[in-house]
């Protein structure tokens, strides 16, 4: 199993500011995943990150908005640059281990 | 991914099996039903998953149909806690860097 830390767990933003949340994994893994929650919605995943290469984006997001680093087999960090009220959302970073998927806690960001 | 659908919604008498079905008649010979659930506020927990044979765990049974085109989640003794989204995904275990697409999923309701 695997055990997903986040920090922080919320936040309130001002709108135009960037945050960045912070995922650490109990266990080494190759692939970290990070989703978005938006209020009353269904998870949406927005990149998977690799260790020592560059994230791959889904349809939607894009790097300059949502820049991740991914420096070590347990760590990551999502950025939510140039915040808007439409980025209010929770959070979450996920990884793969042994056939099943673990999710962290999520950061709920909301952005005024 | 193959797509899946769920009702929106359900409603479980505490005490009571609570009955979670899914189609998914897209599904591939190769990729598993999944059940995951999310507490309010939290992330997504793996409850059980199954390729074609009903499997069972100490949180729930999968029944998949022999066409493998459905299956339904059952919780034999619902209680208050169970009260969750149910999220039904289709998923190819095993294929690094791939995962999991949530749909809507089902809000199950326990009541007393």
């Known amino acids: 199993s695997a055990v997903i830390s986040q920090k922080p767990s919320r936040d309130i933003c001002q709108r135009g500011t960037s945050l960045t949340i912070q995922c650490q994994v109990d266990s080494q893994v190759t692939m970290m995943f990070w989703y978005r929650q938006q209020p009353g919605q269904s998870l949406t995943l927005i990149a998977t990150a690799n260790q020592g290469s560059e994230a791959t984006y889904e349809s939607g997001f894009v790097i300059d908005k949502f820049p991740i680093s991914r420096p070590n087999l347990t760590f990551s960090t999502l950025t939510v640059s140039n915040m808007s009220p439409e980025d209010s959302s929770i959070y979450l970073c996920?990884?793969?281990?042994?056939?099943?998927?673990?999710f962290g806690p999520g950061t709920r960001l909301t952005v005024t | 991914d193959a797509k899946t659908t769920q009702p929106p919604s359900m409603d479980c008498a505490e005490g009571r099996a609570a009955n979670l079905p899914c189609n998914h008649s897209t599904i591939s010979g190769n990729e598993y039903v999944y059940w995951y659930r999310q507490i309010h506020s939290q992330g997504p927990q793996y409850i059980i998953h199954?390729?074609?044979n009903n499997e069972t765990n100490e949180m729930a049974s999968l029944i998949i149909t022999e066409d493998r085109k459905s299956s339904t989640l059952i919780l034999p003794h619902a209680t208050l806690r169970d009260t969750a989204v149910y999220y039904c995904i289709v998923f190819r275990a095993n294929q690094a860097g791939t995962a999991l697409i949530f749909g809507k999923g089902t809000t199950l309701s326990v009541s007393s």
């Open positions: 199954g390729l074609k």
């Open positions: 996920s990884v793969n281990l042994g056939g099943e998927q673990y």
